[in-house]
Structure formats: structure tokens, C-alpha cells
């Protein structure tokens, strides 16, 4: 499959933003300028880039705790995304939500999810409504290993299964539920698999090359789209950075990985295979890389900037858009 060149830029770009918006989010954290538990990605950019540029805006995505860099690659807005990790009335929630809990209807966003396997369902009844209301718009499903030992996995995969429901279950495979290797609580080496008990197509795809999993997800959502029901992709990757930005409070003097390993990891980054490629295969430009990057470091110094400088809800606010 030949990827077009504007693509190719798309896809750079939305990896760029998830990098630098989350290492901008685990510094703030660190310095405890945003409250609440941080969950950032970095390492794991090409799953989210990959597979959303295979969506078109009306389709549909549910994510996770780890969630900003799929909202980010389903064209989710930097400065809106901040204020609502700072809680501000600005954010795409109005504060209320913070980074967990963040929405964006208009762009096919049903948002994160601080429940661990709750967006399976969701996405499940997303591609449902699909079906009923005669839309061919497809429901992409982000979650992690950890979540694919949850009962709501199972059912989910089982019922678009039957229903040949238009889903695309995406499985970021960290290796790790917070602080537990995958392999010690997991039935099988790859999740993948799993797809035979339900009589759907499951692929181990490479998710640190952006590519392939491009080309893995639009398969998947050609097919989903053509009426002919779900897949699994279970992509392959690792997370640079703790479970929750300030982990080491937890561990105290613990730890549940090696240094080497983080290192052998960041040596597969995702970005830089991109720019090898880019390289290797004449089609783009160090220059143009160049300039996304910093078109987006100043994207970012305004998303900060429009975060901090926003207002908090007012305390009469603390009743409205919630249920009570
Ligand atoms: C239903 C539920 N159980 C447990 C938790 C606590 N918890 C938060 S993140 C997490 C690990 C999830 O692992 P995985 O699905 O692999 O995602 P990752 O953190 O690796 O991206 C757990 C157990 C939760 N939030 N919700």
C-alpha cells in the first residue's frame, strides 16, 4: 500500500503533538502545577497516530486512562486538552473532568475513561447505534493488556462478533498493568490470539512503526465499514515513562523493570523510525520534519499559556453538567 505524502506529514505530526504535549504534561505534574493522577504515552505515539489516520472524522474512538495521545491523534485540540488537565473552566469539560475524563463529541471523541476496559462496551454499543441508525461510521476501540483480562473484553468481542458489528478493537500491549508484567498474569504471550474464541481476525502488529500500523487499521476499517464486523490488533509497544507520572511514590524503593530494558525500548522510538524512513526513502524532507516539529512546540507554548492563564470554575458552577 502506498502511503501519500500528506499522510505520511499527518501522521508525523499527530506523533510530534502526543510527544511533546505529554512530555510538557509529565513535567507539570512533576512540579505539581496540574492536580490529579497523569497517565502520558510516550513510546506508544505510533498506535494512536496510526490507527486514527484511518478514520474519517465522523467515526468514532474510546480510550483509556492513557488516553491523551488518542484524543490528540483523532484531532483533538492541544489548548482545550491542557485546560481541562489543569481543571480550568476552559477545558474541554469545563474542568470537571480532568485528564481521564476527557470528550470531544464533535470529532468522534467519547472520551476517555479512568475504568479500566469500560470503553470495550462502549465502543460496542457506539458501532451499534452505527448499525441502527444507518451510518457507515466505524467505532475504534483503544485498551490496554491489562484490560483485555476484563470480563467487559470478552462479552464486547463476543457480541460484534455475532452482530458483525463495525469495531475495531485496538489493544496497545505496554507489557505491563501498572506494575505487573503482562506475561505473570496473561493466559496467552499475545492477545491477539484471543480473536479465535470469537471467529474474528486478530493481527500482532509492530506498534512502534506507524506504518504498519497504518496499513494493519485501515484493513481493519475497510472491513468494518464494508458491514463484514470486527477485528483485533493488538499492537505492540512500550511505555517510556511510569504507569502514573510520579510512580515512584509507590514503589519507594521497588522497582518492576530495568533500566536496560526502558533503554532497548527507546531505542525502537517510534518517531525516529519515522524520520529513518522519511530519510531512507527520499519521499520527505528533514526540513518539513523539522518545521512540524516546531509549529508544534509553539502550539503548545499557546495551549499552556491559554491553560494557566484561564479561569477555575466558579464554586456555584460545582452542580452544573454532572449528574447529581
Ligand atoms: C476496573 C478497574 N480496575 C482497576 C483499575 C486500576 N488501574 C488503573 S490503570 C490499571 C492498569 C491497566 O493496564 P492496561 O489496561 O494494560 O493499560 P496501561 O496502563 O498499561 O496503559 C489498573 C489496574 C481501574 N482504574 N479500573
Known sequence: MDIGKDLLLEMYRAMVRIRLFEGKVRDLATANEIPGFVHV???????????????????????????????????????EMMAEIYGKRTGYCKGKGGSMHIVDFNLGILGANGIVGAGLPIATGSALAAVIAKRDDVTVCFFGDGASNEGTFHESLNLAAIWKLPVVYV?????????????????VKDIAVRAQAYGIPGYVVDGNDVLEVYRYASEAVARARAGEGPTL???????WEGHVVGE?????????????????????CP????????????KIDAAELKRIEEETA???????????????PAPSEV???VYV
Open 171 to 187: 489493544c496497545e500491549n505496554n507489557g505491563f498493568g501498572e506494575f505487573t508484567p503482562m506475561q505473570t498474569v496473561t493466559s
Open 233 to 239: 490488533l493488538e499492537c505492540k509497544t512500550y511505555r
Open 41 to 79: 504515552s510516550i513510546g506508544e505515539e505510533a498506535s494512536a497516530a496510526g490507527v486514527c489516520a484511518a478514520l474519517r472524522k465522523t467515526d468514532r474512538i474510546t480510550s483509556t486512562h492513557r488516553g491523551h495521545g488518542h484524543l490528540i491523534a483523532k484531532g483533538g485540540r492541544l489548548a
Open 319 to 321: 452542580a452544573e453538567d
Open 271 to 282: 518517531l525516529v523510525r519515522f524520520q529513518k524512513f522519511a530519510a531512507e526513502s527520499g
Open 248 to 268: 515512584q511514590a509507590f514503589l519507594g524503593s521497588g522497582a518492576y523493570r530495568t533500566e536496560q530494558e526502558i533503554n532497548e525500548w527507546k531505542a525502537r
Open 298 to 312: 509553539a502550539e503548545l507554548d499557546a495551549a499552556v499559556k491559554f491553560a494557566r492563564e484561564s479561569p477555575l
